[in-house]
């Protein structure tokens, strides 16, 4: 069982920057973010596989950089030009590479499908006002 443990959460004005931090019990192939706004499905948001590379939702590229400290297992997700439409509760996740699902772009498109067959942290909130 991985255990995460997510933070750097809050409420900022449109064009701001927020950055989160989660920090994982082991570490997995695929680790990431996704965010389930109000009356919607969760969606994969950004991923970062073992070996660096890393995938990212089309609406957030060129703003969200996803990085992680292999020594200290902590992924981040920093945030740039931030926009209403960002708000949501964002969870940290991982798992592990598998034949059902071998790439990170993959695991990412399931969104809400991931929910039985990843780990995930408690999620924390991301307020973006206009």
């Known amino acids: 069982q991985v255990q995460l443990v997510e933070s750097g959460g809050g409420s900022v004005q449109a064009g701001g920057s927020l950055r989160l931090s989660c920090v994982a019990s082991e570490s997995t192939d695929f680790m990431g973010w996704f965010r389930e706004a109000p009356g919607k499905e969760r969606k994969g948001v950004a991923g970062i596989d073992s070996d660096g590379s890393t995938n990212y939702a089309d609406s957030v590229k060129g703003r969200f950089t996803i990085s992680k400290d292999n020594a200290m297992n902590t992924l981040f997700l920093e945030m740039n030009s931030l926009k209403p439409e960002d708000t949501a509760l964002y969870y940290c996740?991982?798992?592990?590479?598998?034949?059902?699902?071998?790439?990170?772009?993959?695991?990412?498109?399931?969104?809400?499908?991931?929910?039985?067959?990843?780990?995930w942290g408690q999620g924390t909130q991301v307020t973006v006002s206009s």
């Open positions: 996740a991982a798992r592990r590479r598998a034949l059902d699902v071998r790439t990170l772009g993959l695991w990412l498109s399931l969104g809400d499908r991931a929910r039985a067959t990843s780990y």
